[in-house]
């Protein structure tokens, strides 16, 4: 029960840990410094979003065959509880990956 609750924690960790650093907020530039010009060798936001959801996909499937390896040791209700679990967890994670594309596919046609 304890290993249960303690890769509960681990992956309740992993995944806020990765949501906070999708989020943090850009430096801020000083009063003095001029604004960076736009080129257009820059990737468009589509891109950029199109790599942020394969990324998200990777870390998922990266973090799904984790919690499955964790799950090895453990025997018969609780290995099933624990794959249970990571399962879970990764299709949520997957579900995410589904509503970033779905994010990126209406900003691109936003902006057309």
Known sequence: MKNIIALAAALCLGFSASAFAQTTAPATRSASAP???????????????????????????????????????LKGKEETACKKDAKAA???????????????KAAKKAKS
């Open 35 to 73: 604004a960076a010009p736009m080129t257009s060798t820059a990737p468009s936001a589509a891109a950029e979003a199109k790599a942020d959801a394969k990324a998200m996909k990777k870390q998922a499937d990266g973090d799904y065959k984790a919690a499955k390896a964790k799950c090895k040791p």
């Open 90 to 104: 990764h299709e949520k994670a997957l579900a995410d990956v589904k509503r970033a594309e779905a994010d990126a």
